[in-house]
Protein backbone atom coordinates (compact mmCIF):
# COMPACT_ATOMS: atom_id res chain seq x y z
CA UNK A 1 0.00 0.00 0.00
CA UNK A 2 1.19 3.43 -1.07
CA UNK A 3 1.83 5.43 2.22
CA UNK A 4 3.02 9.13 2.29
CA UNK A 5 3.21 10.34 5.66
CA UNK A 6 4.04 14.35 6.46
CA UNK A 7 5.67 15.96 9.50
CA UNK A 8 7.52 18.86 10.90
CA UNK A 9 4.62 21.16 10.51
CA UNK A 10 4.19 23.73 13.56
CA UNK A 11 4.02 27.62 14.97
CA UNK A 12 6.27 29.78 13.37
CA UNK A 13 6.87 33.18 13.56
CA UNK A 14 6.79 35.24 10.53
CA UNK A 15 10.77 35.48 8.86
CA UNK A 16 11.70 32.06 10.46
CA UNK A 17 12.34 28.88 8.89
CA UNK A 18 10.84 25.62 8.74
CA UNK A 19 11.68 22.10 7.08
CA UNK A 20 8.90 19.74 6.18
CA UNK A 21 9.22 16.20 5.54
CA UNK A 22 7.59 13.00 3.81
CA UNK A 23 8.15 9.99 3.99
CA UNK A 24 6.96 7.94 1.48
CA UNK A 25 6.39 3.62 1.44
CA UNK A 26 4.49 1.02 -0.06
CA UNK A 27 6.19 2.17 -3.81
CA UNK A 28 9.50 2.40 -5.51
CA UNK A 29 10.47 6.37 -4.14
CA UNK A 30 13.78 7.11 -6.46
CA UNK A 31 11.02 6.22 -9.44
CA UNK A 32 8.83 8.95 -9.12
CA UNK A 33 8.63 12.93 -9.08
CA UNK A 34 7.39 14.26 -6.56
CA UNK A 35 5.07 17.25 -5.42
CA UNK A 36 4.13 19.91 -2.64
CA UNK A 37 0.95 21.42 -2.72
CA UNK A 38 -0.60 23.63 0.09
CA UNK A 39 -4.13 24.52 0.79
CA UNK A 40 -5.21 27.82 2.87
CA UNK A 41 -7.98 25.92 5.64
CA UNK A 42 -11.37 26.49 3.89
CA UNK A 43 -9.46 26.96 0.76
CA UNK A 44 -8.50 25.87 -2.80
CA UNK A 45 -5.20 23.96 -3.77
CA UNK A 46 -2.43 25.24 -4.87
CA UNK A 47 0.64 23.62 -6.28
CA UNK A 48 3.85 24.83 -4.76
CA UNK A 49 6.71 22.47 -5.94
CA UNK A 50 8.09 19.47 -7.72
CA UNK A 51 11.00 17.34 -8.00
CA UNK A 52 11.95 14.61 -10.39
CA UNK A 53 13.00 11.27 -9.84
CA UNK A 54 16.66 11.52 -8.96
CA UNK A 55 16.55 15.18 -7.86
CA UNK A 56 18.11 17.07 -10.57
CA UNK A 57 15.45 19.10 -11.36
CA UNK A 58 13.37 21.16 -9.53
CA UNK A 59 10.46 23.68 -10.08
CA UNK A 60 9.27 25.82 -7.78
CA UNK A 61 5.37 28.19 -7.88
CA UNK A 62 6.36 32.47 -8.64
CA UNK A 63 5.22 33.04 -4.81
CA UNK A 64 7.72 30.34 -3.07
CA UNK A 65 10.66 31.05 -5.46
CA UNK A 66 14.00 31.90 -3.92
CA UNK A 67 12.53 30.97 -0.67
CA UNK A 68 11.61 26.97 -0.53
CA UNK A 69 14.02 24.34 -1.38
CA UNK A 70 12.70 20.84 -2.39
CA UNK A 71 14.77 17.85 -2.19
CA UNK A 72 14.64 14.30 -1.83
CA UNK A 73 16.80 11.50 0.16
CA UNK A 74 15.93 8.53 -2.58
CA UNK A 75 17.84 6.20 0.13
CA UNK A 76 15.66 7.38 2.80
CA UNK A 77 12.75 7.54 0.32
CA UNK A 78 11.80 11.03 2.11
CA UNK A 79 11.06 14.40 0.10
CA UNK A 80 11.66 17.33 2.24
CA UNK A 81 10.70 20.98 1.48
CA UNK A 82 12.74 23.54 2.97
CA UNK A 83 11.13 26.89 3.54
CA UNK A 84 12.68 30.33 4.44
CA UNK A 85 11.21 34.03 5.16
CA UNK A 86 7.70 33.18 6.00
CA UNK A 87 4.95 34.83 5.71
CA UNK A 88 1.60 34.84 7.29
CA UNK A 89 0.41 34.27 3.73
CA UNK A 90 2.74 30.70 3.64
CA UNK A 91 -0.23 30.03 6.72
CA UNK A 92 -1.40 26.68 5.22
CA UNK A 93 -1.85 22.49 5.25
CA UNK A 94 1.10 21.16 2.98
CA UNK A 95 0.83 18.06 1.42
CA UNK A 96 2.98 16.04 -0.75
CA UNK A 97 1.98 14.05 -3.65
CA UNK A 98 3.40 11.26 -6.33
CA UNK A 99 3.13 12.01 -9.88
CA UNK A 100 2.10 8.87 -11.33
CA UNK A 101 2.86 10.56 -14.84
CA UNK A 102 3.08 14.15 -16.15
CA UNK A 103 2.35 15.98 -12.93
CA UNK A 104 -1.02 13.58 -12.54
CA UNK A 105 -0.99 13.81 -8.53
CA UNK A 106 -2.34 9.59 -7.79
CA UNK A 107 -1.61 9.80 -4.10
CA UNK A 108 -1.56 12.08 -1.39
CA UNK A 109 -0.29 12.29 2.12
CA UNK A 110 -2.59 13.40 5.07
CA UNK A 111 -0.99 16.90 4.83
CA UNK A 112 0.98 18.81 7.96
CA UNK A 113 -0.56 21.98 8.85
CA UNK A 114 2.38 25.41 9.11
CA UNK A 115 1.12 28.20 10.84
CA UNK A 116 3.30 31.55 10.89
CA UNK A 117 2.04 34.37 13.01
CA UNK A 118 3.89 35.96 16.00
CA UNK B 1 0.14 31.29 -16.40
CA UNK B 2 -2.74 28.90 -17.28
CA UNK B 3 -5.79 30.26 -15.33
CA UNK B 4 -8.07 27.32 -14.24
CA UNK B 5 -12.23 28.56 -13.70
CA UNK B 6 -14.61 26.07 -12.60
CA UNK B 7 -18.80 26.36 -12.55
CA UNK B 8 -20.91 26.50 -10.05
CA UNK B 9 -18.78 27.10 -7.03
CA UNK B 10 -21.37 25.54 -5.11
CA UNK B 11 -24.16 23.39 -5.36
CA UNK B 12 -27.02 21.77 -3.69
CA UNK B 13 -28.85 18.22 -5.53
CA UNK B 14 -30.45 15.47 -4.43
CA UNK B 15 -29.70 11.78 -3.88
CA UNK B 16 -29.61 10.16 -7.53
CA UNK B 17 -29.29 13.38 -9.66
CA UNK B 18 -27.28 13.93 -12.37
CA UNK B 19 -24.30 16.57 -11.21
CA UNK B 20 -22.21 18.77 -13.96
CA UNK B 21 -19.37 20.75 -13.34
CA UNK B 22 -17.66 22.82 -16.11
CA UNK B 23 -14.01 23.53 -15.40
CA UNK B 24 -12.00 26.42 -18.25
CA UNK B 25 -8.70 27.00 -19.03
CA UNK B 26 -7.28 30.15 -19.99
CA UNK B 27 -5.60 28.36 -23.00
CA UNK B 28 -5.75 25.48 -24.84
CA UNK B 29 -4.60 22.40 -22.73
CA UNK B 30 -5.73 19.44 -25.31
CA UNK B 31 -6.28 17.05 -22.50
CA UNK B 32 -4.12 17.35 -20.21
CA UNK B 33 -6.91 17.85 -17.45
CA UNK B 34 -7.26 16.13 -14.18
CA UNK B 35 -10.05 15.73 -11.50
CA UNK B 36 -10.26 14.97 -7.74
CA UNK B 37 -12.57 15.07 -4.90
CA UNK B 38 -11.71 16.29 -1.19
CA UNK B 39 -13.77 15.16 1.20
CA UNK B 40 -13.91 17.64 4.67
CA UNK B 41 -10.55 16.98 6.53
CA UNK B 42 -9.44 14.66 4.05
CA UNK B 43 -6.55 15.08 1.60
CA UNK B 44 -7.04 15.05 -2.38
CA UNK B 45 -8.19 11.71 -4.30
CA UNK B 46 -7.33 11.32 -8.31
CA UNK B 47 -10.72 10.92 -9.95
CA UNK B 48 -10.51 11.53 -13.35
CA UNK B 49 -6.93 11.73 -15.51
CA UNK B 50 -6.52 12.98 -19.26
CA UNK B 51 -9.59 14.52 -19.08
CA UNK B 52 -12.18 11.50 -19.45
CA UNK B 53 -9.83 8.54 -18.35
CA UNK B 54 -11.33 6.59 -14.75
CA UNK B 55 -8.72 6.10 -11.82
CA UNK B 56 -8.55 2.81 -11.33
CA UNK B 57 -11.75 1.61 -8.35
CA UNK B 58 -13.11 4.88 -8.49
CA UNK B 59 -17.17 3.93 -8.87
CA UNK B 60 -18.36 4.37 -13.24
CA UNK B 61 -20.69 7.09 -11.82
CA UNK B 62 -18.17 9.65 -12.09
CA UNK B 63 -17.07 10.60 -15.66
CA UNK B 64 -15.15 13.28 -17.07
CA UNK B 65 -14.87 14.23 -20.92
CA UNK B 66 -14.21 17.78 -23.18
CA UNK B 67 -10.68 19.28 -25.13
CA UNK B 68 -8.96 22.53 -25.58
CA UNK B 69 -10.43 24.75 -22.79
CA UNK B 70 -13.62 23.37 -21.60
CA UNK B 71 -14.18 20.46 -19.89
CA UNK B 72 -17.06 18.71 -18.08
CA UNK B 73 -17.36 16.33 -15.28
CA UNK B 74 -20.20 14.67 -14.35
CA UNK B 75 -22.00 12.64 -11.36
CA UNK B 76 -24.64 10.01 -13.40
CA UNK B 77 -26.39 9.52 -9.80
CA UNK B 78 -25.13 11.30 -6.90
CA UNK B 79 -24.68 9.45 -3.65
CA UNK B 80 -24.57 10.57 -0.16
CA UNK B 81 -20.83 10.18 -0.02
CA UNK B 82 -20.34 11.73 -2.72
CA UNK B 83 -20.49 15.24 -0.65
CA UNK B 84 -16.97 16.98 -1.56
CA UNK B 85 -15.56 19.45 -3.13
CA UNK B 86 -14.09 18.69 -6.85
CA UNK B 87 -11.21 20.00 -8.23
CA UNK B 88 -9.83 20.20 -11.54
CA UNK B 89 -6.28 20.41 -12.59
CA UNK B 90 -4.41 21.40 -16.19
CA UNK B 91 -0.68 19.92 -16.43
CA UNK B 92 0.13 21.43 -19.74
CA UNK B 93 2.46 23.96 -18.30
CA UNK B 94 3.21 23.16 -14.67
CA UNK B 95 0.00 22.78 -12.49
CA UNK B 96 -2.49 24.96 -11.97
CA UNK B 97 -6.09 23.94 -9.66
CA UNK B 98 -9.54 25.20 -10.34
CA UNK B 99 -10.97 26.82 -7.62
CA UNK B 100 -13.20 24.51 -6.94
CA UNK B 101 -16.91 22.84 -6.59
CA UNK B 102 -19.02 22.10 -3.37
CA UNK B 103 -21.50 19.41 -3.97
CA UNK B 104 -23.94 19.27 -0.92
CA UNK B 105 -27.37 16.91 -0.92
Known amino acids: EVQLVESGGGLVQPGGSLRLSCAASGFSFRSYWMHWVRQVPGKGLVWVSR????????TYADSVKGRFTISRDNAKNTLYLQMHSLTAEDTAVYYCARDLVASTLAQWGQGTLVSVSS | DIQMTQSPSSLSASVGDRVTITCQAS??????LNWYQQKPGKAPKLLIY???NLETGVPSRFSGSGSGTNFTFTISSLQPEDIATYYCQQYDNLLTFGPGTKVDI
Open chain 2, 50 to 52: DAS
Open chain 2, 27 to 32: HDITKY
Open chain 1, 51 to 58: INSDGSGT
